[in-house]
């Protein structure tokens, strides 16, 4: 599929920041570290996904900044990720991969590329993308994505304390089904156990290229990191297929379990994380980016396995 949309996805990456060969073409940076999850029970009536029920499993997490540049600085990324696999008691692994973004910039993968073919136009160094310019170029262009562009820029502006203390989203809404084969719409979101407030912009020239990386670190050894995971849950008129829409903010709102962060690992093999494998008791939605994101990350997963300098 060598022109086909996901490798064109793929290859704009690559132009954004230059290619850094056996890294992933975006969110190049991250850590690995072992976590468990423990459900409440509280999702019981809606799913019957083994690790919301009542049994604790073990969770792998990877924290990442957006850039494609491995090198980038942890205050440069308008956006954190956190990848989540769940390793169910049957050995099947629940996927889950979030940013610190409520929601995307379209729900289009064509408009995506032609998005990140501006940004990759106002290259200030070598291996940089000057996102302010970029995203004032991107709203004169697409002014209808005008609110999850500023959002983004905001976010820019604001880098944060710690990996510690953000809220992340997976963005796309899912069905969780239950033991009756009832269907629900769910958007999920997770709420840091820690909610400290962010540096202003100029504590930010203080900061290590890698402070979020090292603050993670150090609090994990400290036994102080941990998530609240949250089902919202869909009414009738919320679309299902738009990640650029958030639903209203007075949807149900369950608390569903707790993920803790126990330790850094450094993982034994190469690890994908595709949101688009969630197991049993869990549906997709229609959502054409949720689904175009599991063909783009195979063509780069495809491709960072298959060159010499790896890295997991
Ligand atoms: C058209 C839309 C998108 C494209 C083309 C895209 C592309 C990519 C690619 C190529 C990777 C590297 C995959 C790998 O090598 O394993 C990646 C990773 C990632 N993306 Fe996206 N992405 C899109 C949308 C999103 C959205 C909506 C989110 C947030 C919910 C997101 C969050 C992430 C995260 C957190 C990672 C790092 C995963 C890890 O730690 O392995 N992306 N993306």
């Given amino acids: 599929m060598s022109n086909s949309l996901p490798q064109n996805a793929v290859n704009t990456l690559e132009q954004l920041q230059g290619k850094f060969p056996g890294y992933r073409r975006a969110h190049a940076k ?3 570290y ?3 999850f423990i459900p409440n029970g509280n999702a019981i009536p809606y799913t019957t996904a083994p690790h919301l029920q009542q049994e604790p499993v073990a969770a792998t997490v990877r924290f990442s900044n957006s850039p494609p540049d491995p090198s980038a600085a942890d205050f440069l990324s308008p956006a954190k990720g956190m990848a989540i696999h769940f390793h169910q008691p049957d050995g099947s692994i629940s996927h889950q991969v979030c940013t610190t973004v409520p929601m995307f910039v379209t729900k289009d993968p064509k408009t995506f ?3 990140l073919k501006i940004l990759g ?3 200030t160094g070598i291996h940089s993308v000057d996102l302010g310019l970029g995203v004032a170029k991107l709203l004169t262009t697409f002014p209808e994505h005008k609110n999850t562009l500023l959002t983004l820029k905001e976010q820019l502006k604001q880098p944060p304390i710690s990996y510690a203390a953000l809220n992340y989203y997976p963005i796309h809404a899912f069905f969780l089904v239950n033991a009756e084969g009832k269907r629900q719409s769910i958007k999920y979101e997770w709420h840091p156990l ?3 407030k ?3 912009i100029l ?3 203080h900061l290590s290229k890698n402070y979020l990386h090292e603050d993670l670190e150090k609090r994990v050894e400290k036994g102080s990191v941990g998530f609240e995971l949250y089902i919202r849950i869909g009414e009738d008129t919320d679309p299902t297929d738009d990640p650029t829409d958030k639903w ?3 949807r149900q709102k369950i608390l569903v379990g707790r993920l803790t962060i126990n330790k850094k690992v450094l993982p034994t093999e190469s690890l994908l994380f595709d949101p688009t494998i969630v197991g049993e008791g869990i549906d997709l939605s229609e959502d054409p980016i949720l689904h175009f994101r599991h063909d783009a990350y195979a063509v780069s997963f495809d491709r960072r396995n298959k060159e010499d300098e790896k890295t997991p």
Avoid: L, Q, Y
């Fill in 30 to 32: 991250g850590e690995f």
């Fill in 34 to 36: 072992e976590a468990t």
């Fill in 194 to 196: 820690k909610d400290e």
């Fill in 198 to 200: 962010s540096p202003s």
């Fill in 248 to 250: 209203p903010s007075d």
């Fill in 203 to 205: 504590d930010n020239i």
């Fill in 121 to 123: 136009s106002h290259k």
């Fill in 113 to 115: 590329i032609d998005m």
